[in-house]
């Protein structure tokens, strides 16, 4: 029949593909655990050692930019939620004319191009002190964000039928009873995976982050930027340190792949 | 519900959301357009001065800003296509079950959530250094000539890190879509005759167009702004090879510290990108309608 | 004193009119039904009472005090929506006592409530369950008990039987009317569906295009609509409306002329009318009947034979089809040529403008108020 020989190619195709696209990715695991020597050499055969994931923070204070890196993503998505959540709320639950005008608009300021800023934000950053700090990082980010958060908050709302919410009403509950004990605990699924595409796009911002940060502030995209000149030829380090920057996105983001898809188109594909 | 409910005010709900939204765009577009028409370079700050519309025609005569441009469409241009490409092919194929289907599923989607800096050293030092790179250790093994890649293909090996990234994307997004496909449609073709090619022509990709459609635009919105990757890779170069707009301003303003020239280049890519948002903003106003 | 009045109340979204003006008075203990085709605005009135909506101008008043501006839990109602918004991370007993747990009554004396209502509505067993894991008929159980359990003065249901399939409605349906007659509150129910109308009301609100059409117990409005829209939507099949003409009009009645020369005498006032003025014979399928002198004559076109009785459908001219209900043992088959009569004092006449003319007695049963 036609499906099994379906299969097969969709097998054989499936799997092609996907050992060609990870492997960079897996080449870069391997190299983590050789030795220096042996990194320079591509070969499979070699002597796996942890020393490289031990020298990664002794030389060049890893811990310090991963940590950055958490305070940042994290910092930046509890205010983005503790900002999106109302919006989206009134978005979903109470439209009216300008409802769709608003979102729109939000969605357009995602669509400006950072660089076109990029000298305003640098000279304001500057001035204000806010050059290489968490602080400014975070702000930042947030409002880099803000427009997918309200988004997909936005959509995951819509889907809870507007009855229960009335039947709450109904049953005595105001604003904020009706947040706890109806909305979210409904949403928390779509709430989690809008807290949790937006970590991994603070975690991953490249551009902000690479710019208006130094050593006090830099996250980790800025740490490994930092291995680009020809000193940082350290590849087993350079690896090690890369594993350690993407292993915990990696897994965010397959454990919520689906749900992100909402978050990434602006709710167009769900 | 009636929107001025004597229950809710949405109002201050709203309000936090729609201030920073406009702090961040109207305050520094505000300065941007101000600083295009100032003669201001941070390494003379003394020098100021209203400049008109010099730093635009300085910027629109010079062929560095044109070459950029260019850069800026054939880099977007390319990676669109090969993630279009590449991520119908692999929508339709992991929509077959195959054993461990799901797993090569999470390998494809991989590259997606690895930060910029990331790809870009791993695939300039681990993969195409013309020493110690894998890709030149396969092509001694094969004997074939080694390509030093950023140094001969630039362009190509910047597109293909970005594309390597941004394929996983396509292929999430359209994976997705095809799980809304309506199988009793595509059972209904079958029974009209339809197999194979045809089934695919005729039923699962105009189902896609609107999926495509929006990876397409959202791809465009991040694709402009390459930036990471170029920096750590090629910084540009060789000479202009791989400068797109967004490297092109960052030389400017942090690098030459030109704010005037910067600032009328930033404008320009804030021009460019509405074009292309105009577009966004019609099909998703229509997405809207539609819910 | 009536438990409920709307003193002309409307309701507008934006330019749009929904509610164009209702006086109503619901008295306690009344089984009150709202029926109309779609859009007529049964579900915005029933949302008005319950203060989901906001009244644009009027007064709605409950037990005496105006409640405009009174929140909608407040107001001693409970309802039960459409689709019964059971909250779906709740257990079936967390269900029922949110409104008490909301109104901070003490856990013992919530789970006897919730207990003592479950028992009425044989919901027992389902306690620790989710919406999910319920039919469609427990899960419309326990929205209804989530509405009793607040012992609410008003209940207010919003089409409840539409999402159940058919042989559930009826069931359904049997057990709402003894619920009402167990429990004694004063109920608004909101239907499409006339037959629910007609088995459960004691009164019938019949709403077109935001206004009333007609207030009444369902025989009389079954017997004496006021007027065409009435007529043709209580009872199905649908009342047949044969064009005609006035002929003479005295003491005992008007008499009709059919199209076809045939007479026909109505006993209805004829105050209204004039030899000659156009008007609408209405008469229901279960008033024809096969007659061989009758004054209607046509091919049957269509026998539709359900076994207690039989639906002809005659042409009796190009534009005009009737449908009468005949014994379910008669040998009519289509292409029979039929002669209809109609038993007269069951006949009703409406005029150009579609008002009934007054009928002269009044039916038995509306005469005795059953």
């Known amino acids: 029949m036609n499906n099994s020989r379906n299969s097969l190619i969709a097998g054989i195709i499936g799997w092609t593909s996907a050992i060609v696209m990870f492997f960079p990715i897996f080449w870069m695991l391997v190299t983590s655990f050789k030795s220096e020597i042996d990194a320079v050499v591509p070969s499979i055969f070699f002597k796996p050692t942890l020393q490289s994931y031990f020298d990664v923070n002794s030389r060049a204070d890893y811990l310090h930019y991963a940590w950055n890196s958490v305070v940042e993503s994290i910092g930046s998505t509890i205010l983005a939620l503790m900002i999106g959540l109302p919006a989206a709320y009134a978005c979903a639950f109470y439209p009216g004319r300008k409802t769709k005008d608003l979102l729109l608009w939000m969605l357009s300021t995602k669509m400006m191009p950072a660089v076109g800023v990029l000298v305003p934000m640098y000279l304001m950053f500057r001035d204000a002190g806010l050059l290489d700090t968490r602080l400014g990082l975070v702000l930042l980010f947030t409002g880099g964000n803000l427009p997918i958060v309200i988004w997909m908050l936005y959509s995951f709302f819509k889907d809870v039928p507007t009855p229960i919410l009335e039947a709450g009403r109904m049953d005595g509950a105001r604003f904020w009873t009706q947040m706890r004990y109806i909305l979210i605990p409904i949403s928390l699924p779509g709430i989690a995976s809008t807290a949790l595409l937006s970590i991994i796009l603070c975690w991953n911002e490249a551009f902000w982050s690479l710019n208006l940060s130094a050593s006090q502030a830099g996250p980790l995209t800025a740490f490994i930027a930092s291995f680009s000149s020809p000193e940082g030829l350290f590849w087993a380090k350079l690896s090690a340190a890369s594993t350690l920057a993407v292993a915990p996105i990696l897994i965010m983001g397959w454990i919520t792949q689906r749900q992100l898809v909402r978050g990434l188109t602006f709710g167009a594909v769900k | 519900m009636a929107a001025r409910s004597r229950e809710l005010k949405t109002g201050p709900l709203l309000a936090p959301a729609v201030g920073v939204l406009l702090f961040w765009m109207i305050v520094p577009l505000a300065f941007t357009l101000w600083f295009s028409f100032q003669r201001y370079n941070l390494q003379n700050p003394m020098i100021t001065g209203f400049a008109g519309i010099t730093n635009y025609k300085i910027l629109l005569m010079s062929s560095r800003l044109w070459v950029s441009i260019l850069n800026t469409l054939v880099l977007v241009g390319s990676v669109l296509s090969l993630t279009v490409i590449f991520g119908i092919i692999f929508a339709v194929v992991f929509d077959q079950d195959f054993p461990g289907r799901n797993i090569a599923r999470l390998l494809v989607t991989a590259p997606f959530f690895i930060m910029p800096t990331v790809s870009a050293l791993i695939w300039k030092n681990l993969l195409m250094h013309p020493v110690n790179g894998f890709f030149s250790y396969v092509s001694r093994w094969l004997g074939l000539p080694v390509i030093d890649w950023f140094v001969q293909w630039p362009m190509f090996s910047v597109i293909m890190i970005v594309a390597w990234q941004w394929i996983p994307f396509a292929t999430l997004i359209l994976v997705t879509a095809m799980q809304s496909l309506d199988r009793e449609q595509m059972e209904a073709a079958r029974m009209d005759g339809a197999k194979g090619f045809a089934l695919f022509w005729n039923i699962t990709l105009p189902h896609l167009a609107r999926p495509i459609s929006v990876v397409v635009m959202i791809e465009c919105i991040f694709l402009l702004s390459v930036f990471a990757e170029i920096l750590v890779t090629t910084s540009g170069g060789p000479g202009m090879a791989t400068t797109n707009l967004s490297y092109f301003i960052y030389m400017r303003a942090l690098l030459q510290w030109d704010v005037g020239g910067a600032s009328a280049a930033g404008v320009i890519a804030i021009v460019l990108a509405n074009i292309v948002a105009a577009f966004l903003i019609r099909t998703f106003a229509k997405n809207l309608e539609r819910d | ?370």
């Open chain 3, 1 to 370: 004193m009536a438990n409920l009045s709307l003193k002309n109340v409307t309701k507008s979204f934006g330019a749009l009119n929904i509610i164009k003006g209702i006086d109503l008075e619901i008295n306690d203990h009344e089984f009150c039904v709202f029926v109309g085709p779609s859009g007529c605005g049964k579900s915005t009135l029933l949302r008005l009472i319950a203060g989901l909506e906001e009244i644009t101008s009027g007064d709605l008043t409950i037990a005496g005090k105006r409640v405009n501006d009174v929140p909608p839990d407040e107001r001693g109602l409970a309802m039960v929506f459409q689709s019964y918004a059971l909250y779906p991370h709740m257990t079936v007993r967390e269900n029922m006592g949110f409104a008490l747990k909301l109104a901070k009554v003490p856990q013992a004396e919530r789970d006897a409530r919730v207990e003592k209502v479950a028992e009425l509505l044989e919901l027992g067993p389902y306690l620790e369950r989710k919406p999910k894991a319920l039919s469609g008929g427990q899960r419309q159980r326990v929205a209804i008990g989530r509405a009793i359990i607040r012992e609410p003065s008003i209940f207010l249901f919003d089409e409840p039987l539409s999402n159940l399939d058919a042989a559930l409605r009826v069931q359904t349906r049997i057990e709402l009317a003894r619920l009402h007659e167990r429990l004694g509150s004063t109920m608004i129910y909101v239907t499409h569906d006339q037959v629910e109308a007609m088995t459960l009301a004691d009164k019938i609100v019949v709403l077109k295009d935001g206004l009333i059409e007609q207030v009444g117990t369902p025989m009389e409005l079954y017997h004496h609509p006021k007027n065409r829209f009435v007529g043709g939507f209580i009872g199905s099949p649908k009342m047949n409306f044969i064009k005609a003409r006035v002929g003479t009009t005295s003491a005992d009645g008007v008499e009709i002329i059919l199209p076809g020369g045939a007479k026909m005498a109505v006993p209805v006032s004829g105050a209204s009318v004039k030899t000659g003025e156009s008007v609408e014979l209405g008469v229901r399928p279960e008033h024809l009947q096969l007659d061989e002198h009758g004054p209607l004559s046509g091919t049957v076109i269509v026998a539709e034979r359900l076994g207690a009785e039989t639906f002809v459908h005659v042409e009796l001219s190009p534009d005009t089809i009737v449908i009468a209900q005949v014994d379910g043992g008669s040998t009519i088959r289509v292409h029979d040529q039929a002669r209809l009569s109609a038993v007269g004092n069951a006949c009703h006449v409406f005029a150009a403008d579609g008002t009934a003319l007054p009928a002269l007695t009044q039916h038995p049963l509306v005469a005795k108020h059953i």
